[in-house]
């Protein structure tokens, strides 16, 4: 460990602080076509490779000597494994690396916990259900469907009772959404910088999610929507979350009660048998295991909202039902904790989202934030949805610092943390949404930085 880190790779940022001006240019945009820029990319690493760069050596050595082409290896030469006996599909040995991790900088117990998806890791836009960022307020449960109900009370001409099976038998939807955490990139408002974007921002997820919209379900009661204001979910796990969601978000038709992602049942630690969805809401609105909707003209002030989950003002107010998780990116790769392991063509790639519609465009600079480039968005660009990103670049062997902004359909700009502190302060938790900076040293190594 070095003098940087602290215990459990935590780095302080304020010792990882640089300036923007202190690393060069160092991308020329090209003013070729891609296909041309691509083929001068690697035209430009052979030429290195007289000088002796890996690239270069293996290009001159394919065929000439590697076993792995030249001797064929055992599995193009036998049977291979029948049918998995257990029924259902796991990732391949090789991948035993990427799964979701506990932070080493958080307090964690049994019932309360956390844990980040591998962002790094991880191709396009949907999050493996196995893969899928947890939250636990008093831990998770696997629930008996058959004994599952929920009910629908408040201002309502008829208090109704569901089971599973009469939810399933109703008209469905599946649809793309992102769920965030809002205290996702938390850490970071005090000046803390965690070392990969695991840990940074590994608290978002994406899934196809398949149910009922609770709109349905409202009308089937004779909830009076007129009148009505909010709506309050409730969890049936021991915490027994609850959490206001005001009635305009679930009259378009988008909040859903589901009980599919990703193509098959819920996960119990993602709310099995039943979860609700309300895209572009911060997770902990998410209800998982939910057994009631009561519909109500105010909002419900529970302990969930009044207490937990709100922004400390700098001037010591607190900002309560700030739900929305504003447009937000991070370049995924190259980001912290990975390694380049030469100089020469690169894809950096990332993912954008934005809780109030489409991601409209990605630019990316890899001079903190001097020159910017536009991104190419890798469809199918959804609303409330993960967004893929990439740009072509070719590192030269200097420092960079590599950064990503997006903007959504409202024109709403992700801001820098200069932007975010002068307004927000830096004692919050909540909704931290801003610009993330990674530096590339000379050695190739990546560290998560602040840019002062």
């Given at each position: ?108 117990t049994r019932q309360a ?231 020469g063509f690169y894809n ?28 190419r968005l890798e469809g ?73």
């Amino acid at each position: 460990m070095n003098s940087n880190q602290m215990a459990g790779g935590v780095r302080k940022a304020p010792e990882n602080f640089v300036r923007g001006g202190d690393v060069g240019t160092v991308f020329a945009e090209a003013r070729a076509g891609r296909r041309t820029f691509i083929r001068n990319a690697f035209a430009a690493a052979a030429a290195g490779a007289a000088a002796g760069t890996a690239i270069a050596q293996n290009a001159r050595n394919v065929g000439e000597g590697d076993p792995n082409i030249l001797e064929l290896p055992a599995h193009s030469k036998g049977l291979g494994q029948p049918v998995a006996v257990e029924g259902y599909g796991k990732p391949s040995k090789y991948e035993a690396n990427v799964q979701r991790r506990q932070s080493p900088g958080l307090t964690q117990t049994r019932q309360a916990s956390v844990s980040f998806a591998p962002l790094q890791s991880l191709f396009g836009i949907v999050t493996p259900s196995g893969l899928h960022f947890e939250r636990h307020h008093q831990g998770w449960w696997d629930i008996d469907p058959s004994r599952h109900r929920l009910m629908i009370n408040g201002m309502v001409k008829t208090n109704k009772v569901f089971t599973m099976d009469e939810l399933m038998r109703l008209p469905s939807v599946s649809r793309f959404h992102f769920i965030e955490c809002g205290a996702n990139t938390g850490m970071e408002w005090g000046n803390v910088a965690v070392p990969t974007v695991q840990y940074t921002h590994g608290m978002i997820s994406c899934s196809e999610f398949t149910g009922v919209p609770l709109i349905t379900l409202l009308e089937m009661a004779g909830a009076d929507l007129k009148k009505a204001r909010f709506i309050l979910a409730e969890g049936a796990d021991g915490s027994s979350m609850t959490r206001t969601i005001p009635v305009e978000l679930i009259t378009s038709g988008e909040v859903l009660v589901a009980y599919g992602q990703n193509g098959e049942m819920l996960r119990p630690e993602q709310g099995y048998p039943l979860r609700l969805v309300v895209p572009g809401v911060q997770g902990v609105s998410w209800v998982k295991y939910l057994r009631r909707i009561e519909v109500g003209d105010q909002p419900y002030a529970t302990k969930d909202e009044a207490v937990h989950y709100i922004d400390l003002m700098p001037d010591g107010q607190h900002r309560q039902y700030t739900s929305i998780q504003e447009c937000k990116s991070v370049v995924t790769t190259p980001s912290g904790g990975q390694m380049l392991l030469d100089k020469g063509f690169y894809n950096i790639t990332g993912l954008a989202w934005s809780g109030r519609g489409k991601v409209k465009r990605v630019d990316v600079s890899v001079d903190g934030g001097r020159n910017w480039r536009t991104a190419r968005l890798e469809g199918p660009v959804l609303s409330k949805c993960l967004t893929r990103f990439n740009i072509d670049w070719v590192w030269d062997g200097k420092p960079a610092l590599i950064q990503s902004r997006a903007m959504d359909d409202t024109g709403y700009v992700q801001p820098t943390y200069q932007q975010n502190r002068a307004v927000r302060g830096t004692r919050s938790i909540y909704h931290n949404n801003s610009i993330q900076s990674w530096a590339l040293r000379e050695d190739g190594e990546v560290v998560n930085v602040q840019l002062a």
